[in-house]
């Protein structure tokens, strides 16, 4: 199989390398078969599990998985904290501005 979850064809329109087809049509197309081989690749590691493929699973984790996923947590964690931050200083500056009027 020489493909992942998109064709050659998709990885050519998506390069800009495609101009033999409709953009608008060709981009929903490639968004929808990419969304149902998620699915398709959430239920073949479910089957995976089921066939006690464990090594096949942690490897799938190990290079996909929970690296990739744990640094996405952290980025939003960071973010989460940054805008938290600027909320309570946004607060404590109304709060002073309130407390200057009385």
Do not use: H
């Amino acid at each position: 199989m020489d493909r992942g979850l998109l064709t050659e064809s998709q990885r050519e329109f998506l390069r800009g390398e495609k101009d033999d087809v409709d953009e608008q049509t060709y981009r929903y197309n490639v968004r929808s078969d990419f969304r149902q081989r998620m699915d398709r690749l959430e239920e073949d590691l479910e089957l995976l599990e089921q066939a006690g493929e464990d090594d096949l699973i942690d490897e799938f984790n190990d290079r996909f998985g929970a690296s990739e996923f744990e640094q996405q947590l952290d980025r939003l964690e960071e973010q989460f904290e940054q805008r938290l931050a600027g909320f309570e200083q946004e607060l404590n500056r109304l709060r002073d501005e309130q407390g200057d009027d009385e």
